[in-house]
């Protein structure tokens, strides 16, 4: 990405192995994530060239200190690379492990080939070679699953729980599948598009609102003995967003926000009077990616539907701009 | 309180049962809240003219249908009037019950008498008629104790853990007390103030740290490994306190915040990346209060010892002006 809007794809050179922990992965399939579109839409700068921090792919090469995975392996990573032995870690808080690195800002994945640094503590090999139809599913797990998944585990979401998502994206799209596999009794998508609406109840959506902002809050708590609901899951990230999960969840409640956060301000008082808990950030997706690859490969979930428009990857400024234009939930690349 | 600074000792009509499930009590001590300082020092609105939210007594009067405490009981009460019966009472926010009411709004209870609505789902009766000394250490389950409690909760405090303390005043302390009774590994109290220091170590601080905002937080991180503390007690509510109390957590780490909070905008790009857990607001005595008054019953813990000052209720604008000046912690007011 040159400039907002000016994707342009690109003859670079090949990624070597820089420390001994690296590895160079030869990608399968790669994406373009809905925060790709902030730099793309000129809401934050474009600060690298080399896009994408989604991937799977086949390891080509290794660094002398790599243990866990070999040539020949295909793997899944997370967005952050990590030891995944620091304390931090090991809390379960690989994303942001002492060590965290944004794949994005090393070594961009919408690319053929891309650097993993701390390979042991990032990647996870899947058991064999994947079937071509759990490629969309395993590249998910990279980020937008993982990171729905965490939304839905910050918001507590379980048994007994009405849960609503906030953001009808790829994330939110996730944190309805992974709240229903969590166990969550009601799950309310907030959505006003069909096409995503279908897709949430496909995954276990109960119920839909169409509604946002204070009426979409109203919504929730008629829909909940006027005292919102249990687990509130946000994936968008702006102030609107944010208020919404806050005054949709009861008091006591959790939200699991996941969304970037975008000139957010939260006013202290009323976030002091809603009793909520608070908890999100950069989804520590290694923390789940070993559970997640084993749904997949026993076919138990299929994350993989989220997204809609595959593109070879020459064609990856096509891909940003059906994302920009909300005529695509998700692009995959393949590679 | 009349006006910002001035606190007057006047007649006033004794409270009557309004609804059968009030209560009349006649009060033994009662005492002046950090809250209380905010309207004092004019940095919110006086809103009622009689004060006061903390209380031990004796049942007076109750209403037809009032079943869990009866005429003669020795009773402490939470600040906020519950009816611990309701779905957000049984998650555990008593403070958030869909009946709750203020006591200071309808009731200050800086007086002889005070009506307590929602008798039975407020008010906890001790064993017996408790011996005098253990008066004040009841008188703080009241608020501070049960609100330091909740903080230490919310905080995730316990085995293990690290907990710093953002804040020396009477919840601060209580919340240091809490920390220790809960198993905490390293209790590290942030005061500037030799008494309150002496009190905190006495309570189960381990550490004392005198620096504030960024260099506090460099201090906890020294302490800590470079990673910060795993629970953090926000028991101010100003935005330097919670910007303290949130950059001086790990990733991953726990904040509970009790601080009332005042002009306070948390910047949700920072607490999006710092991965922490934030609950805190009206502390949810009423949860507490039965094992509060049990431990001090027992004399296992003696919270009692943050009132520093004690003056007959006459003088009660003598006790606003010394917690004003910081020349007391807490003040004990004797009726």
Not at 226 to 242: C, D, N, P, R
Not at 310 to 319: M, S, Y
Request: proline share 5%; with cysteine; charged share 25%.
């Amino acid at each position: 990405m040159h400039s907002p809007g000016d994707v342009q794809v690109e003859d670079r050179p090949d990624p070597e192995i820089i420390e001994p922990t690296d590895a160079v992965i030869k990608i399968s399939a790669t994406c373009i994530c809905g925060s790709d579109l902030w730099p793309f839409r000129g809401v934050e700068p474009v600060d690298h060239l080399a896009m994408g921090h989604e991937y799977v792919g086949v390891v080509e090469r290794i660094g002398d200190a790599v243990r866990n995975v070999k040539v020949g392996d295909f793997v899944v990573g997370s967005f952050v690379t990590s030891d995944n032995t620091c304390e931090i870690c090991r809390a379960g808080y690989q994303s942001q492990c002492v060590h965290a690195a944004f794949v994005s800002v090393e070594s961009g994945t919408q690319a053929e080939r891309a650097r993993i640094a701390n390979a042991d503590g990032t990647l996870v090999a899947t058991p064999g070679r994947p079937d071509a139809d759990l490629i969309p599913s395993l590249l998910a797990a990279s980020d937008v699953l993982g990171t729905g998944w965490f939304a839905a585990v910050a918001a507590e979401a379980g048994p007994g729980k009405t849960v609503a998502v906030v953001g009808d994206g790829a994330v939110g799209l996730m944190g309805v599948l992974a709240a229903e596999q969590l166990g969550a009794e009601r799950i309310i998508a907030m959505s006003r598009h069909a096409d995503r609406q279908a897709l949430a109840r496909e995954y276990g959506a109960t119920d839909i609102v169409e509604e946002r902002g204070d009426e979409g809050v109203a919504k929730i708590k008629e829909l909940t003995n006027g005292l919102g609901a249990h687990s509130v899951i946000e994936a968008v990230g702006t102030q609107e967003s944010m208020m919404q999960a806050i005054r949709a969840t009861r008091p006591g409640g959790h939200i699991g926000f996941v969304g970037v956060s975008h000139g957010v301000e939260l006013p202290g008082q009323e976030l002091f009077f809603s009793g909520v808990h608070l908890h999100g950030g950069p989804a520590p997706v290694r923390r789940f990616l070993p559970d997640l690859v084993q749904l997949i490969w026993d076919r138990k979930i299929d994350p993989g539907k989220v997204f809609d428009l595959t593109l070879p990857i020459e064609r990856a400024a096509e891909g940003y701009r059906a994302m920009d234009e909300r005529r695509a939930v998700k692009v995959l690349l393949t590679v």
